[in-house]
């Protein structure tokens, strides 16, 4: 960008020079040359310009704007001056929510402290709730190009994916046209500090190449960072697991007469698949699993034909 400038000035003064130097006509013929080449230099200046626009990014997650995970996140890609960054995130924790909107109340909306250097906003609703508010009513006039999700405490792999509501905000930010990540971070839970820097550092490379290589219409990434950060292996597409955590179960915590209270005890799955996320990762593998909000069983539509030849129920009887 520069050089444009000081081409310009180089330009113009060629021009005049010829300006005092020749006849009339020649002074007509260079006029409308520098004409053409200050287009020339305007049009490769607006060029530049847009090649080297940042991209706008909406960071959000489901653990809430003060969470470590969108924090170390949102601190990565600040740094990079490639990218431009907003957050809108929940305003407190919102685990578990899946794809759950609010519809039936007013929802509080709140400017919050920078994020490292990032505007952000805090918002009193699930993570899917959020991403509208942040596409359709924060952001309207400045659209993110992309939306990150997280990074989560703790995975969301398999068929944990369906009750994430950091994988829930991805799903409803494609759902509306925009490019979206998930991340989520296993780990140890004896640890209080998990190293959520490090897997911002992972989490940043799929960004770059999301932004290298685009994502097909309609389909959105559910990233997984494996605990032991030190032992990461590398990146592996997968499939997800599907897998069922059959011995989850709930504990009755206490009672009051024939009323009781239960916590639920999520006990994951044990032979998930080596070619999963749940296996991959468990081997030291980031894992990238391609999603879509398209959930027909296209497979068995064929099978399910004599659904289109189902007769109409018959008219009731007429009352006597």
């Not at 991209?55 to 809430?64: A, C, E, P, T």
């Not at 179960?249 to 209270?261: A, E, N």
Request: avoid cysteine; hydrophobic fraction near 50%; glycine fraction near 8%.
């Amino acid at each position: 960008m520069s050089l444009v400038p000081g081409l310009a000035r180089v330009v113009m003064g060629a021009v005049l020079l010829h300006f005092v130097t020749r006849t009339k006509r020649e002074v007509a013929v260079m006029r409308r040359t520098f004409q053409t080449l200050i287009v020339f230099v305007l049009t490769t200046a607006a060029l530049a310009a847009a090649g080297q626009r940042p991209l706008h990014v909406m960071i959000i997650n489901d653990d809430g704007i003060n969470a470590p995970g969108i924090q170390a996140l949102t601190k990565v890609m600040a740094a990079d001056p490639t990218y431009r960054v907003t957050v809108v995130a929940p305003a407190k924790n919102q685990s578990g929510t899946s794809n759950a909107l609010i519809i039936g109340r007013e929802i509080e909306i709140t400017p919050h402290a920078p994020i490292a250097g990032a505007p952000a906003w805090s918002v009193d609703a699930t993570p899917a709730t959020v991403a509208r508010i942040g596409i359709l009513d924060l952001l309207k006039n400045d659209r993110p190009d992309l939306v990150l999700s997280g990074i989560n405490r703790g995975e969301n792999a398999g068929l944990i994916a369906w009750y994430s509501g950091t994988v829930a905000a991805a799903r409803e930010s494609t759902m509306l046209g925009v490019r979206s990540i998930a991340f989520s971070l296993a780990l140890n839970w004896h640890d209080p500090h998990p190293d959520y820097a490090v897997a911002a550092r992972w989490a940043k490379k799929v960004v770059d190449a999301v932004r290298a290589h685009g994502l097909p219409a309609g389909v959105f990434l559910n990233v997984n960072i494996p605990k032991d950060e030190s032992h990461i292996r590398g990146f592996r597409l997968t499939r997800g697991a599907v897998a069922v955590d059959l011995k989850s179960h709930f504990k009755t915590v206490r009672r009051d007469g024939k009323t009781r209270w239960v916590r639920a005890v999520w006990v994951p799955p044990t032979a998930p698949g080596a070619d999963t996320d749940a296996g991959a990762m468990a081997k030291g593998w980031v894992t990238v699993v391609p999603l879509s909000y398209d959930q027909t069983a296209f497979r068995v539509l064929a099978k399910l034909h004599w659904v289109s030849g189902l007769a109409a129920p018959a008219p009731p009887a007429a009352a006597r």
